[in-house]
């Protein structure tokens, strides 16, 4: 219905489309991180965890509602909204379909950050931030700045060429030193390692949420601006000169936006994967190519899709969690083959 | 010609029914074990002197001086058959490695972690392979003999409901591991006059939720931990559970951590483990 509904707009206004587009998607994703929380494996009643009268610290129903539940339905969209940009973002700043936000190596600097801090117990923890997110999100600017570096190093522009392979070489590299350190580590600290790489987005308290969220908050404000230079640069870096965009300047822009995305997300919710590659796509099926709209559409429905997957991940084993990342594939995966087939 | 064959034949004959028997009936002087918690056993059944070469994660005093030959994921092969061993204790899920040394004619005994009496039945089968069966049998019989004693002792006494804790991400309540419904950790728990909250769950290990661990309310919150830390530490460890502030154990202040190589080991150690258990969850009761 919906994809009719676009084909009849198509030559309408574009301003108007983006505009229905972006409601039916926020619209959508709200009403799921809405109701979320109202979702567990344990039945809570809704008016006692409001009722103010009872102190926080003897009303179950409350700390289950706002410990356990809207925390991570909060985490879940911010995750899912950040994974998603970024994989729109670097699949037009690579020209390259199968781009992912880890293909840079950021999630594997993050993952090699978070593991050292599992592994070697290192007290890292600054202002109540807890070393793992910490040293996860220092891990994937390392990888960030390495791989910059790298790209610029014998070329006045970026040259995505190399960002692409010093990125898939240090995600083979710090993947090798992780299995190195996993392998010296015992065994209860190796399986917390490799839990936290399924992804979890219980983050029991708000302090994740509130660290990760200045760094999306600059990566979300830097994708509004993006959007017009990158329809202009999926054409290639000369013709896009040719119409007057900065090419370096949106190329920079791009990749730190996506970078900095990646390792706020990776950090609140461990390298969870699938949504970053696979919502820009169904996006791009369900309303065309253009990134004034595949860019917000992305958000919305990385949100909406990891807050349903952990919906999933904190019900179907109750009362056992189950990683989430397992679901977003196992959810994700059939459902975007079957989207390709029907709309091939 | 024909006679030669034919001496050689019997020859062949002879040693195939012979040797196998001899290896199985003679007591193994050269025993290597990869598996600490076998280790202990061996030491503790007084077999210690057999032991020639152990895991490269044991910790027993007794074996410190002695070759270590490799552990579950990376045993070294080569070392093991340099030392010609008579009898290789294995973990079951190293079959590989059991192939080859049978292979080679060396016995291997496989051990797999179990419940709290499967502690004491494999002392028991150690002492029959390894010819102290009066020594396994005095230790076993005093593991059960602690048990049961204690188990009287705390009959009367009404059982907190325990959550135990091995394992989650440093400075947060995330990703908990905890005891499930079956194995060594819910049997200590149980033995140690406790109630697993989470017994219904028919898994070793278990991994609640936040959500799950506050509509549990558990009573009582016991974390193990085999690696030395400091008091700061089990300080800042115990304190992460204060957000969950409607928790009764958080609330009673009955959030313990307790540290000891011990505790992950199901070994003969065993009674020490629940010992120290019985005494956080009943302290008037010592």
């Not at chain 2, 830390?229 to 089990?234: A, L, Q, V």
Request: aromatic share 8%; charged share 15%; glycine share 8%.
């Amino acid at each position: 219905m919906i994809l009719r509904a676009y084909t009849k707009l198509d030559r309408r206004d574009l301003r108007w489309r983006i505009g229905v587009v972006n409601i039916i998607f926020g619209a959508t994703s709200l009403l799921i991180c809405l109701l979320a929380p109202l979702v567990g494996p344990t039945p809570i009643s809704l008016r006692a965890a409001f009722d103010s009268s009872i102190p926080f610290t003897e009303n179950v129903d409350a700390q289950i509602f706002f410990i356990a539940r809207l925390p991570r339905a909060l985490a879940g969209a911010l995750v899912g909204a950040g994974l998603a940009g970024a994989g729109v973002v670097l699949q037009a700043l690579l020209r390259n379909p199968l781009a992912t936000p880890f293909t840079l190596g950021v999630s594997a600097g993050a993952s090699l950050g978070a593991i050292l801090v599992i592994i070697l117990g290192i007290p890292l923890s600054v202002a109540g931030i807890p070393a793992v997110p910490l040293a996860s999100f220092v891990g994937s600017l390392s990888a960030v700045g390495i791989v910059y570096t790298l790209a610029r190093f014998r070329q006045q522009g970026l040259s995505t060429g190399i960002l692409l392979l010093a990125g898939v070489t240090l995600n083979s590299l710090f993947s090798a030193i992780i299995m190195f350190v996993q392998y010296l580590a015992d065994y209860t600290q190796s399986f917390q390692a490799i839990r936290w790489v399924m992804g979890n987005l219980d983050v029991s308290s708000y302090s994740p949420i509130v660290s990760a969220l200045p760094f999306l908050i600059v990566a979300f404000l830097i994708f509004t601006w993006l959007p017009k230079p990158l329809n202009l640069l999926t054409l290639g870096a000369e013709s896009a000169a040719t119409r007057g965009v900065d090419v370096l300047r949106t190329q920079r822009l791009a990749f730190f936006s996506a970078s900095l995305a990646t390792g706020a997300a990776v950090s609140l919710g461990g390298p969870i994967g699938f949504v970053g590659i696979i919502i820009p796509h169904v996006v791009r099926l369900l309303v065309g190519a253009d990134h004034r709209i595949v860019l917000p559409a992305s958000l919305f429905l990385g949100a909406a899709f990891l807050v349903i997957c952990d919906i999933a991940a904190r019900t179907l084993l109750s009362p056992l969690e189950l990683p989430v990342g397992i679901i977003t594939a196992m959810l994700g995966g059939p459902f975007f083959l079957w989207l390709l087939v029907r709309k091939r | 010609m024909t006679a030669r064959l034919s001496t050689f034949l019997m020859a062949a004959v002879l040693l195939y029914f012979t040797l196998p028997s001899a290896a199985q009936s003679r007591v193994p002087q050269r025993i290597i074990s990869v598996v600490p918690a076998v280790t202990e056993m061996l030491y503790a059944i007084g077999a210690g002197r057999q032991v020639i070469a152990v895991s490269s994660f044991d910790q027993s005093p007794e074996a410190a001086a002695l070759p270590r030959v490799g552990a579950l994921l990376d045993p070294d092969m080569e070392r093991m058959f340099s030392l010609q061993p008579d009898l290789v204790i294995l973990y079951g899920s190293q079959i590989d490695e059991e192939g080859q040394l049978t292979r080679a004619q060396i016995p291997v005994f496989t051990y797999r972690h179990g419940d709290l009496g499967h502690v004491t039945s494999t002392i028991r089968l150690l002492g029959k392979q390894t010819g102290r069966t009066y020594d396994a049998d005095m230790v076993a019989a005093a593991i059960e003999r602690d048990v049961t004693g204690l188990r009287v002792r705390l009959r009367d006494r009404p059982r907190p409901r325990t959550l135990l804790v091995f394992g989650r991400e440093p400075d947060t309540i995330r990703n908990v591991y905890a005891s499930g419904g079956i194995g060594f950790l819910h049997d200590i728990l149980e033995a140690a006059g406790g109630t697993n909250v989470l017994a219904n769950v028919q898994r070793e290990a278990a991994q609640p939720s936040s959500e799950t661990i506050l509509a549990l309310a558990p009573d009582v919150i016991i974390e193990l931990r085999a690696e030395a830390t400091t008091e700061n530490k089990i300080a800042g460890d115990t304190k992460a559970w204060e957000q969950f502030s409607t928790l009764p154990a958080v609330r009673s202040g009955h959030v313990y951590v307790l540290t000891g190589s011990e505790l992950v080991i199901p070994g003969p150690r065993v009674t020490d483990i629940i010992g120290r258990i019985a005494q956080l969850l009943h302290p008037d009761a010592f």
